[in-house]
């Protein structure tokens, strides 16, 4: 029983990680129809932010504010990236898709040359380097706190698209870009948004990720970028409450798979991405909310 | 020449190219300061590419002009900002959003005219939390148009809007284009010649990406030898 306690808190954790990535790429693909290959590198921006804050700042609070610093960082190099690289592009898909891979490279690079290619230990506060007991099961506390962030992250979504402006024109432009243009909206200033706010909430993945591994590496946020690209494409392209449904049905069954198939697990979740683009090849949902 | 006499839209010698293929060959015609336009051809002769083309959808050339300005090649929602209203063909209202939803994203200004367009089509008052993608057809004809009505516009560009629709609806459509166009000069791309001949002051006919007739819409309609010629469709009296 505690084994099963345990596969299920470590799977929500995963979950909710791959929900934080998966989201901002979710509505950056649903609005821009940009597949977003660096969205990786975001997440390694938001580690490293964090990381070197926390060298600042020690401590709890330390920490929080590390996250905040990690998802500034993180919006920044997403809102430049977007402005400076992707926006001249968006009329020729294909340039644009190896400007992100290149992104991707090159920002995976930059990291590796400013800190070294070796993972670093990421320093966290001692709440989180425990565990809880949980009928039996030590669960790491890091799982609750990427379960928390991710479900306040999932609110915050979710009452954005529903209830203001931007919500608005983004569940709009994910069904019709030219229409919103045509009812005299600047959808392009859409687009910088949901970069922003998938840049901000890759670098708080990012920040996540430190205490979640215990260190952190350049290439850490592009190895976990295939499962977020695995999440989209179930959830279906542009909903952020598909990508919710759908890095729950990835993280759980990733764990579970690891221990009771010996570490089937990132086999298992292809399979599950190719029965449901089978059975339901435009993801479990259609919709952005 | 009294500036009221001056077109409000001039288009000269449009010109669009799709992979080589010339759909528009030089299109040229005006759209007066009032009443309603309506530019006819039969299928695929480049109507709804000429709306496209004007509001900056797909990449022209020549010359298209308000108030002598010119507009081609400016971005689609700056146009529209600046009071060109677009009805596209086939409505594309966004089936995800309520009725009211789609009315508050179309809203140019802070003080939207929602009586007029209740007014028109009190339906879509009492259906505002229906998500739109469930409406019959001819009440997302009437979203679509809405859209465009709740705002303050220079020149209507509206595209097919009876397509598909019910007569009774048709009715509908008709009388409220009418209305709108008290109050706004409309450039109407449209098939149906019941509502042409009801609504159209001037008439622009396009064959093969030309024009090939301009004057007004009852001397085109009046003729049905010409009617025949250019539309390929008798405008008898029961044609309605």
């Given at each position: 029983?505690?084994?099963?306690i345990?596969?299920?808190?470590?799977?929500?954790?995963?979950?909710?990680?791959?929900?934080?990535?998966?989201?901002?790429?979710?509505?950056?693909?649903?609005?821009?129809?940009?597949?977003?290959?660096?969205?990786?590198?975001l997440?390694?921006?938001?580690?490293?932010?964090?990381?070197?804050?926390?060298?600042?700042?020690?401590g709890?609070?330390?920490?929080?504010?590390?996250?905040?610093?990690?998802?500034?960082?993180?919006?920044?190099?997403?809102t430049?990236?977007?402005?400076?690289?992707?926006?001249?592009?968006?009329?020729?898909?294909?340039?644009?898709?190896?400007?992100?891979?290149?992104?991707?490279?090159?920002?995976?690079a930059?990291l590796?040359?400013a800190?070294?290619?070796?993972?670093?230990?990421?320093?966290?506060?001692?709440?989180?380097?425990?565990?809880?007991?949980?009928?039996?099961?030590?669960?790491?506390?890091?799982?609750f706190?990427?379960?928390?962030?991710?479900?306040?992250?999932?609110?915050?979504?979710?009452?954005?698209?529903?209830?203001?402006?931007?919500?608005?024109?983004?569940?709009?432009g994910?069904?019709?870009?030219?229409?919103?243009?045509?009812?005299?909206?600047?959808?392009?200033?859409?687009?910088?948004?949901?970069?922003?706010?998938?840049?901000?909430?890759?670098?708080?993945?990012?920040?996540?990720?430190?205490?979640?591994?215990?260190?952190?590496?350049?290439?850490?946020?592009?190895?976990?970028?295939?499962?977020?690209?695995?999440?989209?494409?179930?959830?279906?392209?542009?909903?952020?409450?598909?990508?919710a449904?759908?890095?729950?049905?990835?993280?759980l069954?990733?764990?579970?798979?690891?221990?009771?198939?010996?570490?089937?697990?990132d086999?298992c979740?292809?399979?599950?991405l190719?029965?449901?683009?089978?059975?339901?090849?435009?993801?479990?949902?259609?919709?952005?909310? | 020449?009294?500036?009221a006499d001056?077109?409000?839209?001039?288009?000269?010698?449009?010109?669009v190219?799709?992979?080589?293929?010339?759909?528009?060959?030089?299109?040229?015609?005006?759209?007066?300061?009032?009443?309603?336009t309506?530019?006819l051809?039969?299928n695929?002769?480049?109507?709804?590419?000429?709306?496209?083309?004007?509001?900056?959808?797909?990449?022209?050339?020549?010359?298209?002009?308000?108030d002598?300005?010119?507009?081609?090649?400016r971005?689609t929602?700056?146009?529209?900002?600046?009071?060109?209203?677009?009805?596209?063909?086939?409505?594309?209202?966004?089936?995800?959003?309520?009725?009211a939803?789609?009315?508050?994203?179309?809203?140019?200004?802070?003080?939207?005219?929602?009586?007029?367009?209740?007014?028109?089509?009190?339906?879509l008052?009492?259906?505002?939390?229906?998500?739109?993608?469930?409406?019959?057809?001819?009440?997302?004809?009437?979203?679509?148009?809405?859209?465009?009505?709740?705002n303050?516009?220079?020149?209507?560009?509206v595209?097919?809007?009876?397509?598909?629709?019910?007569?009774?609806?048709?009715?509908?459509?008709?009388?409220?284009?009418?209305?709108?166009?008290?109050?706004?000069?409309?450039?109407?791309?449209?098939?149906n010649?019941a509502a042409?001949?009801?609504l159209?002051?001037?008439?622009?006919?396009l064959?093969a990406g030309?024009?090939?007739?301009?004057?007004?819409?009852?001397?085109?309609?009046?003729?049905?030898?010409?009617?025949?010629?250019?539309?390929?469709?008798?405008s008898?009296k029961?044609?309605?």
């Amino acid at each position: 029983m505690s084994t099963l306690i345990l596969l299920t808190c470590t799977g929500l954790g995963l979950a909710a990680l791959y929900f934080l990535i998966a989201s901002g790429l979710s509505l950056v693909f649903g609005l821009a129809d940009v597949l977003n290959f660096s969205h990786g590198v975001l997440i390694s921006v938001g580690s490293y932010g964090a990381w070197w804050l926390t060298g600042q700042v020690g401590g709890g609070a330390g920490y929080a504010v590390a996250l905040v610093f990690g998802a500034i960082c993180g919006a920044l190099a997403g809102t430049i990236s977007e402005i400076v690289l992707i926006r001249p592009l968006y009329r020729r898909p294909m340039q644009q898709i190896l400007v992100t891979v290149g992104l991707s490279i090159a920002g995976v690079a930059l990291l590796d040359a400013a800190w070294g290619a070796d993972s670093r230990l990421f320093p966290r506060p001692a709440w989180l380097r425990h565990t809880t007991d949980l009928g039996g099961a030590l669960v790491p506390n890091v799982t609750f706190l990427l379960i928390a962030v991710a479900l306040v992250v999932l609110a915050m979504l979710l009452a954005m698209l529903r209830w203001t402006r931007l919500g608005l024109v983004i569940r709009a432009g994910v069904e019709d870009r030219a229409m919103v243009a045509a009812l005299g909206i600047d959808v392009r200033r859409a687009f910088t948004l949901v970069f922003t706010i998938g840049g901000a909430l890759a670098g708080l993945a990012g920040g996540l990720c430190g205490a979640y591994f215990g260190s952190i590496s350049p290439v850490q946020g592009t190895s976990l970028l295939i499962f977020a690209i695995i999440v989209v494409v179930i959830g279906g392209m542009g909903s952020v409450a598909g990508s919710a449904v759908a890095a729950l049905a990835v993280g759980l069954l990733q764990q579970f798979m690891n221990y009771y198939a010996s570490s089937m697990g990132d086999i298992c979740v292809v399979a599950l991405l190719a029965v449901v683009l089978l059975v339901r090849p435009r993801g479990l949902t259609g919709r952005t909310a | 020449m009294n500036p009221a006499d001056t077109p409000l839209l001039t288009v000269a010698d449009l010109r669009v190219d799709f992979g080589g293929t010339q759909i528009l060959q030089g299109v040229t015609f005006e759209v007066p300061r009032a009443g309603i336009t309506a530019m006819l051809g039969r299928n695929g002769v480049g109507k709804t590419t000429t709306l496209r083309a004007m509001i900056g959808e797909v990449p022209a050339t020549g010359r298209v002009e308000i108030d002598g300005r010119s507009i081609l090649g400016r971005p689609t929602h700056t146009l529209v900002a600046d009071g060109i209203g677009y009805v596209p063909e086939d409505r594309r209202v966004f089936g995800g959003l309520s009725v009211a939803e789609n009315l508050r994203l179309a809203e140019r200004t802070d003080t939207p005219d929602y009586r007029t367009a209740y007014q028109l089509f009190p339906e879509l008052k009492q259906r505002a939390r229906q998500r739109a993608g469930t409406l019959s057809g001819g009440q997302q004809q009437m979203l679509a148009l809405a859209r465009v009505l709740i705002n303050p516009n220079r020149l209507l560009l509206v595209d097919e809007p009876t397509k598909g629709l019910a007569p009774k609806v048709v009715g509908e459509v008709v009388e409220a284009l009418r209305r709108a166009a008290e109050a706004v000069p409309v450039l109407l791309v449209e098939q149906n010649l019941a509502a042409v001949r009801r609504l159209a002051d001037q008439a622009v006919v396009l064959a093969a990406g030309r024009v090939v007739w301009r004057g007004p819409g009852a001397d085109l309609l009046a003729d049905a030898d010409r009617t025949r010629t250019l539309l390929g469709v008798g405008s008898s009296k029961g044609h309605r």
